[in-house]
């Protein structure tokens, strides 16, 4: 099973930046279109970001010229730098590993609370 673990989580001020971290375990790390998801209390979870092992990237719209997708194929870690950040930022954010981007072969990680209040 690969594992992810994110980090990075914080309470921040609008208009603040964050990075968050997830260090990917196992194998095949370059194949697995990797991205971020977020949820909060009562609502389903979404897509932030994706970013496939050939380079190309989604964002949802809400995040569009604020947050950046990257990965290191080196250390096999993927990161999301938050910029400008904005209270219905609010949320719980995931890391995701989809293998082949196909949506078969998924995994998870635990979650990192992202909070952005004055």
């Known amino acids: 099973q690969v594992q992810l673990e994110e980090s990075g989580g914080a309470l921040v001020q609008p208009g603040g930046s964050l990075r968050l971290s997830c260090a990917a375990s196992g194998t095949d790390f370059k194949i697995y279109t990797m991205g971020w998801y977020r949820q909060s209390p009562g609502s389903q979870r979404t897509l932030v970001a994706a970013?496939?092992?050939?380079?190309?990237?989604m964002y949802t719209e809400s995040v569009v010229g604020r947050f950046t997708i990257s990965r290191d194929f080196d250390t096999k870690m993927v990161y999301l730098e938050m910029n400008n950040l904005k209270p219905e930022d609010t949320a719980v954010y995931y890391c995701?590993?989809?293998?082949?981007?196909?949506?078969?072969?998924?995994?998870w990680g635990q979650g990192t609370q992202v909070t952005v209040s004055s």
């Open positions: 970013l496939t092992g050939g380079g190309r990237t």
């Open positions: 995701h590993a989809d293998y082949m981007g196909w949506g078969a072969t998924v995994f």
